[in-house]
T-cell receptor, first 115, second 113 residues
Framework: NAGVTQTPKFQVLKTGQSMTLQCAQD?????MYWYRQDPGMGLRLIYY???????DKGEVPNGYNVSRLNKREFSLRLESAAPSQTSVYFC??????????????FGSGTRLTVV | AQSVTQLDSHVSVSEGTPVLLRCNYS??????LFWYVQHPNKGLQLLLK??????LVKGINGFEAEFKKSETSFHLTKPSAHMSDAAEYFC???????????FGRGTSLIVHP
């Protein structure tokens, strides 16, 4: 019962470096999401994928790209990291849309520091 | 646009006393409402959800929430706080026409011995 698995758990990057955050779910969920969590800001949606083969921008997409590799996996890429991207990143998945009452299952997070 | 407001950024209670965490949402004909809990250095976990069935919803760990349409509220309660309840709590809301839920800013629950 792994649920949503995120890797890595911790990462330190230098400004300008690139990296990919990995996320995989084993619940056969259709929808997947990437959020960032900053103190006092709550959760902010970066990108989401309603179903395999589709991706859409969320509230704060600038500086990020995503790939829905297959139904299980949804990756987040930082092409040129900036200190403003220092945050905790959460991947989540759901069976279907929240408006129909489907809650999210969250991963344990990736703590990213950009120096 | 849909919005959700958690009325308290911090709530402090003594162990064994009742817990009340407040959440208000923007009006919607058919809202879906959720409460999540986040323990330190962990991901969020779904506590309970309301989806137009019973107005009093029971969740895990003794928590429950009551949907009040007239007040556009979905407050989270627990009769008796336990030390292990100390965490951050998030209310989330999705209106009938939206795909993505809106999360509140969170309420930090502090439990004193």
């Amino acid at each position: 019962n792994a649920g949503v698995t995120q890797t890595p758990k911790f990462q330190v990057l230098k400004t300008g470096q690139s990296m990919t955050l990995q996320c995989a779910q084993d619940m056969n969920h259709n929808s997947m999401y990437w959020y960032r969590q900053d103190p006092g800001m709550g959760l902010r949606l970066i990108y989401y994928s309603a179903s395999e083969g589709t991706t859409d921008k969320g509230e704060v997409p600038n500086g990020y790209n995503v790939s829905r590799l297959n139904k299980r996996e949804f990756s987040l890429r930082l092409e040129s990291a900036a200190p403003s991207q220092t945050s905790v990143y959460f991947c989540a998945s759901s069976e279907a849309v929240a408006a129909l009452g489907y809650g999210y299952t969250f991963g344990s997070g990736t703590r990213l520091t950009v120096v | 646009a849909q919005s959700v407001t958690q009325l308290d950024s911090h709530v402090s209670v003594s162990e064994g006393t009742p817990v009340l965490l407040r959440c208000n949402y923007s009006s919607s004909y058919s809202p879906s409402l959720f409460w999540y809990v986040q323990h330190p250095n962990k991901g969020l976990q779904l506590l309970l959800k309301y989806t137009s069935a019973a107005t009093l919803v029971k969740g895990i760990n003794g928590f429950e929430a009551e949907f009040k349409k007239s007040e556009t509220s979905f407050h989270l309660t627990k009769p008796s706080a336990h030390m292990s309840d100390a965490a951050e709590y998030f209310c989330a809301y999705a209106s009938g026409g939206s795909y993505i839920p809106t999360f509140g800013r969170g309420t930090s629950l502090i439990v004193h011995p």
